[in-house]
């Protein structure tokens, strides 16, 4: 049984930052290879990042070079730094296990990017 938290949403305007946070518990976590998604209103849930066990990441066009993805393993945490926010990132974000996400999702962290 795996639990997925996530934390560190908010309200931010444009052009601002914010860091987010997942803590994962039962699994062995440093074994898998980690995204994090993100749904908007009225979107399906897409992939924005992704980092696997070895540390090489990969992300949607829409956040390259302004989203940073990282992990650390001793912790079981897996964090999302994100910069230059623009409105069209507002979404409901998540964590979960890539290329196939548990069954069990987190309550998502709300990012809400408005002036």
């Known amino acids: 049984q795996v639990h997925l938290v996530e934390s560190g949403g908010g309200l931010v305007q444009p052009g601002g930052s914010l860091r987010l946070s997942c803590a994962a518990s039962?699994?062995?976590?440093?074994?898998?290879?980690m995204g994090w998604y993100r749904q908007a209103p009225g979107k399906q849930r897409e992939l924005v990042a992704r980092?696997?066990?070895?540390?090489?990441?990969s992300y949607a066009d829409s956040v390259k070079g302004r989203f940073t993805i990282s992990r650390d393993n001793t912790k079981n945490t897996v964090h999302l730094q994100m910069n230059s926010l623009k409105p069209e990132d507002t979404a409901v974000y998540y964590c979960?296990?890539?290329?196939?996400?548990?069954?069990?999702w987190g309550q998502g962290t709300r990012v809400t990017v408005s002036s």
């Open positions: 039962g699994s062995i976590f440093s074994l898998n290879d």
């Open positions: 980092i696997i066990r070895g540390g090489i990441t």
């Open positions: 979960n296990k890539v290329p196939f996400p548990y069954e069990s």
